[in-house]
């Protein structure tokens, strides 16, 4: 199983990016999707996540109203896209799945796969 990310850049303080994961080397859906980021110095945090069936979403407090998560099920592509943007948001951010059950979302213990991380940077 295979995650790509991609969709980052810079952008000014307010703006917006959309940032895309797309699963490859599976035939049927993940049991959730999620994104992480980790920015300068600090440590890899929840940004938000969903199920595949259903569309069940949960959100960080600090991206509630800003970010919004979507899937596509033809595709196998989990997109976020990112409003409103602080610098504050400036982070690598990484695409992670949970192939089967699993409640926690939050924890990157959570996820058994990975994506590369894609950079994003806000100015401000």
């Known amino acids: 199983v295979q995650l790509q990310a991609s969709g980052g850049g810079l952008v000014q303080a307010g703006g917006s990016l959309r940032l895309s994961c797309a699963v490859s080397?599976?035939?049927?859906?993940?049991?959730?999707m999620g994104w992480f980021r980790q920015g300068p110095g600090k440590e890899r945090e929840f940004v938000v996540a969903i199920l595949w069936s259903g569309g069940r979403t949960y959100y960080a407090d600090s991206v509630k109203g800003r970010f919004t998560i979507s899937r596509d099920n033809a595709k196998n592509t989990v997109s976020l896209q990112m409003n409103s943007l602080k610098p504050e948001d400036t982070a690598v951010y990484y695409c992670?799945?949970?192939?089967?059950?699993?409640?926690?979302?939050?924890?990157?213990?959570?996820?058994?796969?990975w994506g590369q991380g894609t950079q994003v940077t806000v100015s401000s």
């Open positions: 080397g599976r035939t049927f859906s993940m049991y959730r």
């Open positions: 992670a799945a949970s192939p089967s059950y699993n409640p926690n979302y939050i924890d990157q213990q959570g996820y058994d796969y």
